[in-house]
């Protein structure tokens, strides 16, 4: 893979504005390329089309959120706290998330297509998700879960994502969280 251009992170970033706005709908390669100040051939070059561009911006959201996760969380903690820890540490992130926020709420068909949907050998959102994250949960679990680490990812996942499509819950972020602990075989540990 090679290293972003600051062009692509100013089409990458602009993209994210356009979306936090007016969503996914009225979104154009056109537009991106007006708001991040480069010409229209250079984000065709960079995303080749809007499935192009949706898809870059996707994948690079998706490896933001994991990368800022194993920054954030202790690793060396005991399984069930990575695990609650890792729900909770999602649950938050994707609620600031400006973009994810104006989809969820104005256009969540978007969400579910891409949550389920497979394109021609690319893994939907949650099995991708999963599979970035399960290294998370195997630092220290391997041993202690009811699944494997991919598929206590993906129950992880799963849980997070039908708590952030639903704005209102009786569930507290804590109780998703203890919840989503359980659910992987593995105790709340304080």
């Known amino acids: 893979m090679t290293s972003p251009t600051r062009s692509s992170e100013a089409l990458h970033d602009a993209a994210l504005e356009l979306i936090a706005e007016s969503g996914l709908g009225a979104l154009t390669i056109g537009g991106v390329a007006e708001r991040a100040g480069v010409s229209r051939a250079t984000a065709y070059r960079e995303f080749g089309d809007k499935d192009g561009l949706l898809g870059t911006i996707g994948r690079g959201e998706v490896v933001k959120m994991i ?31 400006a973009a994810f926020g104006y989809i969820r709420d104005h256009e969540p068909a978007w969400l579910i297509n891409v949550a389920i949907a497979h394109g021609k050998s690319e893994l939907n959102l949650v099995e991708t998700v999963a599979a970035l994250a399960a290294p998370l949960i195997a630092a220290k679990a391997d041993d202690h879960l009811a699944l494997t680490p991919l598929q206590a990812a993906e129950v992880v996942v799963r849980i997070v994502l039908s708590h952030v499509l639903l704005a209102h819950s009786n569930l507290t972020d804590e109780q998703v969280a203890e919840t989503a602990t359980r659910a992987v075989g593995l105790p709340v540990e304080q």
């Open 67 to 97: 990368t800022a996760a194993y920054t954030a969380l202790d690793l060396f903690a005991p399984p069930g706290r990575i695990v609650h820890d890792v729900t909770l540490f999602a649950l938050g992130y994707l609620r600031k998330h």
